[in-house]
């Protein structure tokens, strides 16, 4: 049973960069029919999508956080990572990471999600 | 990009049928097949229910189907019950290469 997990810091000072670490068990991060990505959830609000990234080097982002937003996949570590720049109170969420379908599309496993709060 | 549209909030007894509607653009929903559907529970990750507009992937109930009509796309919960109180959410890829959710509704079994 594949399973995923965040780690990182829980408190970013305001400006600085996030970085998460989501580590992949039970199963290979190399296939190509999978992308490896994230999404955040702010404290009772909905869902957004940041992006994803694949085994080859391909990215994919949200055009409303591409230019502060960097995913990359460590194969060798079973690992793929999250950098967000120049962080605000507004990137204050739950982070999530989560396998995608190349073809389908959909989200199939989750991890179970880590709060970063960003502080002034 | 701007969110897809859901209804805040549903509600249905115990035993009947709701829809959720998702609302988007010729740019998202209504351009591509790859609308997926999500539920969550508090304080637990999104389950996937349904991808590529109606196909659910193994081990989730077939109370839970999926459609699509121009813009919007609809999830139907059949035979409501206790454990489907939640939050929805749908998902759908959009030309610029990247994917958007909707805003999530609410789903309180009465």
Redesign the interface.
Known sequence: QLQLQESGPGLVKASETLSLTCTVFGGSISSSSYNWGW?RQPPGK????I?HGYNGGST?????LKSRVTISVDTSKKQFSLKLSSVTAADTAVY?CARG?RA?????Y????TLVTVSS | QSALTQPASVSGSPGQSITISCTGTSSDVGAYNYVCWYQQHPGKAPKLLIFEINYRPSGVSNRFSGSKSGNTASLTISGLQAEDEADYYCSSYTSSNSWVFGGGTKVTVL
């Open positions: 999404i909905g869902l957004e999508w992006g994919y982002y949200n055009p409303s999530y379908g389908s599309g959909g989200l199939d989750w991890g179970q999600g």
